[in-house]
């Protein structure tokens, strides 16, 4: 690779001599030189020169050596593992450049539509300026803005919504409504916290249920008086489990019983009857016990809302499936959403290996390197900073208690807001956060301050260039200098001054991030992963522009370019005053409360200081209470303390310590690797089905005349029932004959004498079964004079109709044979291979009863010509499971217009007045109802 760097430095000359249009005139000779043979590699040299010199051009952003590197990385489908502040965003657009030229569209991921939709515009200036289009996929948009966008060379968006619209596609029921136009090449930003974190759980579209709202507020109250005895239920904390103990369900029993909840001549709680009501009995427990407050939802307008383990943000309309977010809204007395039911779904695992070629970037990968390798086939490559790091990261302290812990915490604040040294303290939930934003409101602080001169502040930053002579002239004279570098005093003062960056303070997110980095200022952040601002030291010069633009257009002036130009150079010159003090009292300190469970987050965390070698410090400050010191070692790591004679107030430190808590991480990592590889083990064998339903759906989408494909049908249905009736080597005698008549009557509409035909002296069963094809050729040619030119629109339909209802019926099969599947392991079976074989039986009959269905469908039901009817008002909802839990998190947008539902395909209602045929679905009616085309004269009833 530093051979093609050295390549790409020796074009750059050349480059620089051109005009703009000749550098944007590259991309047009690029798509012919590609046209004629070329490959994307014997381009990539000069296409990453060309981007380079464009981003100068268009950002004043010039690529660094270690960024074209990680450009290489991502082109060859590798991981590039880059710690914060490199630069992750610009290293993107050389290899996204060079393989949107083959004209099959390019996909960046991110994490956030915010990030999606600042990405697209900052970098799309470098893809405009050389000739090439950008789109964004972000929730809420039409579907033909979605279209638009996925036609463009590169599309950003989330990979929520990449995967939905891939499950969408799959839903429509006319090819001019899908979106996406292949999966060509993709680039996931964050890659660990997509493809790791949020694969635990799949992407599922469903539709509503019945509302059982107030059976949920019955069993909530129940639910909640029988936890008042801890002996009525086991905890398991580690696991995160709850299950009643034998003595809460003989109450709950008791209580139902009395109630008049349960069935009626039952058995007892446990009967076949009652599984529905042990089942909301259940997710109430979990509600109740498992599922905290402003841990891992906030209530907000009467809203649950969940968090984001990872990320500390607002889930917006995610919902936690099978009963249990209703169940949190019973518990918070809330308005109850009903439940749902799948109608499509694929992991994101699957979603993403559909990519003939797949690359992601994020700043910690090499924890999860095994994982990547073996489920995506991506190899992570550290790329080395484009200065050394500078950063110190010291070794954990542990303290006793939380009360220890805090008063240690509170001290450090205290010292770096005295000192001028920004500080950044990370919790693992709200509440913890909040909980340490009131103590520091009220906290009682004096601490001795001792800070280096602003005469000096030069001379420090000489001490830390790169260039070592230099630096170290410049720290001998700061020796030299001794205590008269330094001013000394005493600062004392009640409660400290600090930003709250959580959910709940969502909306002021990038203002807090951008002044994280001014001198003594205190951030409480709730996780730091994916927030997309780095925290710059004096702060973000864009930021304080835009801040100001805001505010002298709420006075009603205008600013002008002139205007604008004069007050970015004051900001500048205010912020590089404060990162010159921000660095003299040491730069950024990251202060962590608390380890996580993944040791990539404490990493993402730490990674926010010491970025483009500033000088920075981290440290993490533990208890013995801590979450995860207590599961795993809390009791034992006590007792050394006491052993030990550790004092109140004192903490104990050292590089052993550190190892016993991240081998306490790998194992909590491990188990979260095992319950993914484990769910792509049971998705993976209903993927093929999948993608066999999908294809084929697409193909009858594509045809314009499916008859040949449902004369297939019916004649393998007629084989069928003739074989099951009249089996071949029965005798006459034998033959169920009035089984096949019945058959024959309910599934085609025929009245045959099957009766009279088999008492001929001997005849065959072939015999009969040509003659029930011939009755049945002879009533289809009957009903397609009756319909018209109808009749392929009409196959069409109740095809793609069938199948969707029987893939879905299938999905539901496959998730309740998911749920009692492990028990087979009691019988010494595997499960795996069971589900295999199950999964398999229940495929063939879902084949078998499409074949039936659509049968029974063309040949019984009678068509009638009439107004149709209003459009469906049941929605759909988008679904992907809390990482937290493994349980389905469900975005209640509703899905875009045009999407079917069990009313909407059929018979069109006539002939179409002349011009009206090429009306757009989406488009208003001619005849002026004020109708969409496709809900009045173009609909299908």
């Not at 209530?299 to 919902?319: K, N, P, W």
């Not at 993608?691 to 594509?702: G, L, P, T, Y």
Request: hydrophobic share 40%; net charge negative.
């Amino acid at each position: 690779m530093a051979a093609r760097v050295t390549k790409i430095n020796a074009l750059e000359p050349q480059m620089q001599a051109l005009s703009d249009d000749a550098l944007r005139a590259k991309t047009e000779d690029f798509k012919q030189r590609l046209a004629k043979g070329a490959t994307l590699d014997d381009l990539m040299e000069e296409a990453f020169a060309v981007v380079r010199e464009a981003a100068r051009r268009t950002l004043g952003q010039r690529h660094y050596d270690v960024q074209l590197v990680g450009g290489m990385v991502l082109h060859t489908g590798g991981i590039a593992e880059m710690r914060t502040g490199e630069g992750k965003t610009l290293v993107a657009t050389a290899p996204v450049y060079l393989n949107a030229l083959a004209g099959k569209g390019v996909h960046v991921i991110t994490v956030n539509d915010y990030l999606a939709q600042r990405d697209a515009e900052w970098m799309g200036q470098i893809y405009r300026f050389l000739g090439l289009s950008v789109g964004t996929i972000v929730h809420g948009l039409s579907q033909g803005q979605r279209q638009a966008a996925y036609n463009s060379d590169i599309t950003y968006g989330t990979n929520n919504e990449f995967g939905f619209d891939y499950l969408r596609d799959n839903l429509v029921y006319d090819v001019s409504e899908m979106v996406q136009r292949g999966h060509n090449f993709a680039i996931v930003d964050e890659v660990d916290s997509i493809l790791i974190d949020e694969a635990r759980t799949p992407l599922i579209i469903s539709g509503p249920t019945e509302d059982r709202s107030e059976f949920y507020k019955i069993i909530d109250a129940l639910i909640k008086e029988l936890i008042q005895d801890t002996a009525t239920y086991d905890f398991d904390e580690k696991q995160r489990q709850v299950i009643l103990t034998e003595e809460g369900a003989e109450k709950i029993e008791e209580i139902l019983q009395a109630a008049g909840h349960l069935a009626e001549d039952t058995t007892g709680l446990y009967d076949a009857a009652n599984v529905s009501v042990v089942h909301h009995v259940n997710q109430a427990l979990r509600a109740n016990v498992l599922y905290t407050r402003d841990k891992d939802y906030i209530v907000r307008a009467g809203e649950v809302i969940l968090i984001d383990e990872f990320t500390g943000r607002m889930m917006h309309g995610r919902r936690l499936s099978e009963g249990l977010h209703q169940a949190i809204e019973a518990k918070e007395a809330a308005v109850i959403q009903p439940e749902n039911q799948t109608l499509a779904s694929v992991t994101i695992q699957n979603y993403f290996r559909l990519y003939s070629k797949l690359s992601g970037m994020t700043g910690t990968a090499a924890t999860e390197a095994q994982e990547f390798g073996d489920i995506y086939k991506m190899d992570v490559m550290e790329i080395p900073t484009n200065r050394p790091v500078a950063r110190i990261d010291d070794d954990d302290e542990v303290y006793r208690t939380f009360a220890e812990k805090n008063e240690a915490i509170l001290k450090q604040i205290a010292y770096c807001y005295a000192h001028g040294q920004p500080i950044l303290v990370g919790t693992v939930s709200i509440e913890k956060s909040e909980q340490l934003s009131e103590l520091l409101k009220s906290y009682a602080w004096e601490v001795p301050v001792k800070k280096l001169k602003r005469e000096h502040w030069a001379l420090a930053a000489r001490a830390r260039q790169v260039d070592l002579e230099a630096a170290q002239k410049a720290k001998q004279e700061l020796l030299a200098l001794g205590e008269s570098a330094f001013e000394t005093s005493v600062a004392k003062g009640k409660g400290i001054p600090h930003n709250v960056l959580n959910a709940r303070y969502h909306e002021q997110e990038a203002g807090i991030v951008a002044d994280a980095g001014v001198p003594g200022a205190v951030t409480i952040a709730t996780n730091m992963a994916g927030r997309g601002t780095d925290i710059q030291l004096g702060g973000n010069v864009d930021m304080k522009l835009a801040k100001w633009r805001d505010e002298q257009r709420g006075l009603g002036i205008e600013v002008t370019p002139d205007e604008a130009k004069a007050r970015k150079a004051e900001i500048e010159a205010e912020i590089k005053d404060l990162k010159e003090e921000a660095l003299a009292a040491g730069g950024l300190y990251v202060l962590g409360t608390e380890r996580h469970e993944s040791r990539r987050i404490d990493n993402q965390l730490r990674g926010r200081t010491g970025r483009q070698g500033d000088p920075g410090r981290s440290k993490f400050f533990l208890s013995c209470e801590d979450d995860l010191l207590r599961i795993f070692a809390g009791e034992r790591l006590d007792g050394i303390m006491r052993t030990f004679g550790v004092q109140e107030g004192e903490a104990i430190t050292h590089k052993w310590l550190n190892s016993a808590i991240a081998t306490a991480q790998k194992r909590v990592e491990q188990r979260n690797y095992e319950i993914r590889k484990n769910l792509l083990k049971y998705d993976d064998v209903v993927n093929d089905q999948r993608k066999a339903v999908f294809e084929q759906r697409q193909e009858f989408m594509e045809a314009a005349d499916l008859s040949e494909i449902i004369g297939e049908f019916r004649r393998d249905t007629i084989s069928d029932f003739v074989e099951r009736h009249l089996p071949p080597k029965a005798f006459a005698e034998q033959w169920d004959v009035d089984g096949l008549e019945e058959h024959v009557r309910n599934y085609l509409g025929l009245d045959l004498p099957i009766r009279d035909w088999a008492a001929e002296e001997g005849i065959a069963n072939e015999e009969i079964e040509q003659r029930i094809v011939q009755a049945a050729e002879a009533r289809v040619a009957e009903r397609e004079a009756q319909v018209g030119d109808h009749m392929r629109t009409v196959e069409k339909s109740f095809l793609l109709q069938m199948v969707d209802l029987q893939w879905r019926e299938h999905l539901m099969h496959l998730d309740h044979l998911r749920n009692v599947i492990g028990l087979r392991g009691y019988g010494q079976r595997d499960p795996l291979n069971e589900y295999k074989t199950e999964a398999f039986s229940l495929f063939e009959k879902l084949l078998v009863d499409l074949r039936q269905n659509v049968t029974r469908w063309l040949m019984t039901v009678e068509f009638q010509f009439e107004e149709p009817p209003p459009p469906p008002t049941g929605q759909m909802f988008e679904v992907h499971l809390d990482p937290l839990t493994g349980e389905n998190a469900a975005d209640m947008g509703a899905l875009p217009d045009g999407l079917p539902a069990d009313q909407r395909a059929g018979l069109p209602v006539s002939a179409l007045p002349a011009g009206w045929e090429d009306t757009g679905r989406n488009s208003p009616c001619p005849c002026g109802s004020g109708k969409k085309f496709k809900h009045c004269h173009g609909a299908l009833v």
